[in-house]
């Protein structure tokens, strides 16, 4: 069974703190990706990575970086956390390969005070 | 800029209806549609997904309209259960590293 795993799936800080979300796929999957999702704007794409140590920018990268170190962890920094952060932080993975879908995991709830 | 367009952002069926949630996007490039389903507390799925040389694609109660020419897709739930009641995306994806455009959800309620 295939599994993306996030490493909160709640979590509350301070603005200005330095926020590290985590993210694990077993899948040995090539693509891995980090979304937020608020209400009426669907999910929108802060980076992606595509190899380890590869990144790209996605439609929302302002406030944000990411770390891929292992093929099978993503990680998402917020270096320092603001309240228009908080959100729903969605982790992705995806094959390297034509037409194939994205796994999600659970997400995590960021709240931002 | 939004380039996939979705509507209506929520959704009430009474559970045996239809429910149409209609896509709408610019990027000619685009070459795959699929839909998300994602229930509370949960990351979305995929539910199905279509190519633009079909118009029509079928997976048990659920059907995929592709119109090309119009640029706009749909997603039709056929006899809508409550178990139906969920979020949907549509999304587009286009280039080689699987990058995924979103639309912005529907929250279908199937009622009773």
């Known amino acids: 069974d295939v599994k993306v795993t996030q490493s909160s799936r709640y979590l509350v800080k301070r603005t200005g703190e330095k926020v590290f979300l985590e993210c694990v796929q077993d899948m040995d999957h090539e693509n891995m990706f980090w979304y937020r999702q608020d209400p009426g704007l669907g999910l929108r794409l802060i980076y992606f990575s595509y190899d380890v140590k590869m990144k790209e920018k996605g439609d929302i990268p302002e406030g944000y970086s990411v770390s891929r170190e292992k093929k099978e962890r993503f990680s998402l920094i917020l270096e320092s956390a603001s309240t228009n952060q908080t959100s729903m932080y969605l982790c992705a993975s995806s094959p390297d390969q034509r037409d194939r879908e994205q796994f999600f995991g659970p997400g995590t709830r960021l709240t931002v005070l | 800029q939004q380039q996939v367009k979705q509507s209506p952002q929520s959704l009430i069926v009474q559970k045996g209806g239809i429910s149409i949630i209609n896509c709408a996007y610019e990027?000619?490039?685009?070459?795959?549609f699929p839909w998300y389903q994602q229930f509370p507390g949960k990351g979305p799925a995929l539910l199905i997904a279509?190519?633009?040389?079909?118009s029509e694609k079928k997976e048990g109660r659920f059907t995929i309209s592709f119109n090309k020419s119009a640029k706009q897709f749909s997603l039709h739930i056929m006899d809508s259960q409550p178990g139906d009641s969920a979020t949907y995306f549509c999304?587009?994806?286009?280039?080689?590293?699987?990058?995924?455009?979103f639309g912005t959800g529907t929250k279908l309620q199937v009622i009773p």
């Open positions: 279509i190519r633009p040389d079909v």
């Open positions: 999304a587009a994806t286009s280039g080689g590293y699987q990058k995924v455009t």
């Open positions: 990027n000619t490039a685009f070459d795959y």
